[in-house]
């Protein structure tokens, strides 16, 4: 008997649908095709009897769609909706993928299956030869590697159970991306109410750490003389930055933040000791890993052999991870901010003369400030990113993606406000831009800023993103970093073959970008305000001229021309 939609009760795709509502998810980043008429259908109902729904962003490409829903829970916490077509869409995706994965955000991917039916009076069933050579037979294989669960819905009367199940998974720590499908004529079949309940199946409790791990915690920084805490993503809870302020003010502790994602630490404050990757790890005597991946790399550094180790992760052994081979004497699976608080409330002894000592050591490993901008020569990154920073305020939040200069970003920003810094914690290029159109979307009072090398510009499908920006009212100013290709290739070449053929003739075939003008991609697709800058004297004026148009409701772009990556 053919499963049908009816009025007693609404298809899958409408269960889905109303039950994301109750879930608070508030948008649905689409990239729609063949198997999602159901949904087409099930919104235009909805709309059509006054029901509310999460609203629909289409998204001309998925990267758009995924990292838009990133730059969203970066943010808020909280998983969306990306809704994209089968297996090619499935496909498209590409790199916002790995992003999800390693940024562990939380996200809903919802793809559907080619149908399998050939019955024509069955809904849904197959209607174009499409559903043939889209028919694959591994689509979960896709993505297997960077998703917390996968799972086909099979039975339309499971729908409800499914997507809270795909909730639970993605917002419970360490949180991160899953992958629902379900054939064509299982969304569009009828579903029952199943009067489930959301409060019942909510996301795990944040751990904390056993009595003994705070204590051994509280000895080993109130005992050090080098004490150093290395952090990448501790700041995904804004809280948290906070805390740790109040645990470096208490025993005295040097941080580092390595390639951050978030603003995990207030870069002016006296305990900062930069952005370093393998800075100072071999003269620390105790060191914390509080979130982080990569705190060094063990081909240039290493710790002291008398330096004791502790980790403290929401993710601590990385099962998503390779071949990952950092060592610790004490590993915990721990909230950092529940973790940190446990210090504080301990309120456990501190001997002053110690702490004097461990200040000293950090005021004397203190980072030097920025050098200042060259008089002549083409533009640098440090004073763009200067430039950038005059701007700031306490409702800006910077997007980056810009590997070339990142150290050089982080350093001159130097971020202090909890909330206010985001990167994508991946290496799946061309997140920014689109990321920046779902942290706009979720924090719309904010002013959004997006640091973005040209190659990241042109992997980030403008023509997308600036079509979304334009189109939902998420305005955003962009600069790019452009220095005429791609500089990270010619780096990797020198870091192997330092005085190769390659760099003999300063050829490494990345001139990607060369004599494009990238800004005018966002004009085109976004309407946006397309500004090129190559005199030094200019910058200040096209940024506020960008900033105004920002305001105004109109996306900018700025071009900032530095030197070219080779050649």
């Known amino acids: 008997m053919a499963l049908k939609e009816s009025a007693a009760h609404p298809s899958a795709a409408a269960r889905l649908i109303r039950l994301a509502t109750r879930l608070g998810i508030e948008h649905i980043f689409a990239n729609l095709g063949s198997d999602h008429p159901a949904f087409i259908e099930a919104l235009a109902r909805l709309r059509e009897a006054g029901e509310p729904a999460p609203r629909v962003i289409v998204c001309p490409h998925e990267m758009t769609a995924l990292s838009a829903a990133h730059g969203h829970a970066m943010l808020t916490r909280r998983a969306q909706l990306v809704l994209v077509h089968v297996d090619v869409g499935t496909q498209n995706l590409g790199g916002s993928v790995h992003n999800a994965c390693r940024g562990r955000v939380p996200v809903i991917v919802v793809a559907g299956l080619s149908p399998v039916s050939e019955d024509a009076a069955r809904t849904g069933s197959r209607t174009e030869y499409i559903h043939y050579i889209q028919d694959t037979t591994r689509q979960h294989d896709l993505v297997a590697p960077f998703m917390k669960w996968l799972y086909e819905l099979r039975d339309p009367a499971t729908t409800e159970a499914t997507l809270l199940r ?42 904390a750490l056993a009595p003994e ?32 302020v109040a645990v470096c003010d208490r025993y005295g502790l040097g941080v580092v933040e390595v390639g951050p994602q978030y603003m995990n630490f207030p870069g002016d404050h006296p305990c900062h000791l930069g952005y370093r990757r393998d800075w100072l790890i071999d003269e620390a005597d105790a060191i914390v890993l509080l979130d982080v991946d990569v705190p060094w790399l063990p081909r240039n550094t290493g710790p002291a052999r008398d330096a004791r180790i502790v980790h403290i992760d929401a993710d601590p052994v990385k099962p998503t991870l390779g071949a990952w081979h950092f060592e610790a004497h004490e590993r915990h699976l721990a909230d950092s901010s529940v973790a940190l608080d446990q210090l504080l ?88 831009i689109n990321a920046a159109v779902g942290a706009k979307l979720a924090a719309p009072d904010a002013e959004v800023i997006a640091l973005v090398g040209d190659g990241c510009y042109v992997f980030g499908v403008p023509a997308s993103a600036y079509w979304v920006a334009r189109t939902y009212d998420a305005p955003m100013l962009t600069v790019i970093y452009n220095n005429s290709g791609w500089r990270s290739p010619k780096v990797s070449t020198e870091l192997v073959h330092p005085a190769g053929a390659a760099h003999a003739a300063d050829t490494y075939w990345v001139a990607a970008s060369a004599g494009s003008r990238l800004a005018e991609l966002a004009a085109a697709a976004g309407d946006a305000l397309a500004i090129r800058v190559e005199d030094r004297h200019e910058l200040r004026t096209a940024l506020a001229r960008a900033l105004a148009s920002v305001r105004a409701g109109r996306p900018a772009v700025v071009e900032a021309m530095l030197a070219p990556a080779t050649g």
Request: hydrophobic share 40%; proline share 9%.
């Open 345 to 432: 409330r301990a309120g456990l002894p501190v001997d002053d003369a110690l702490k004097r000592e461990r200040l000293a050591w950090i005021r004397s490993r203190s980072p030097a400030g920025p050098a200042p901008a060259p008089a002549s020569g083409p533009l640098t990154a440090q004073e763009v990113t200067l430039a950038v920073k005059e701007l700031l305020h306490e409702r800006s939040i910077v997007l980056c993606e810009e590997p070339s200069n990142a150290h050089v970003i982080a350093s001159t920003l130097r971020m202090n406000r909890p909330g206010s810094f985001y990167a994508s914690g991946g290496s799946g290029l061309g997140w920014c």
């Open 213 to 244: 791990a705070v204590e051994n915690l509280h000895a080993l920084l109130a005992g050090a003389r080098r004490p150093l805490l290395i952090t990448t993503y501790a700041g995904r809870d804004p809280a948290t930055a906070g805390k740790l």
């Open 166 to 207: 795909a909730h639970q998974l993605a917002a419970s720590e360490p949180q991160g991306p899953v992958y629902l499908t379900g054939a064509r004529e299982v969304w569009d079949a009828a579903a029952p109410d199943t009067a489930a309940d959301p409060g019942l199946r909510g996301a795990v409790g944040k751990a």
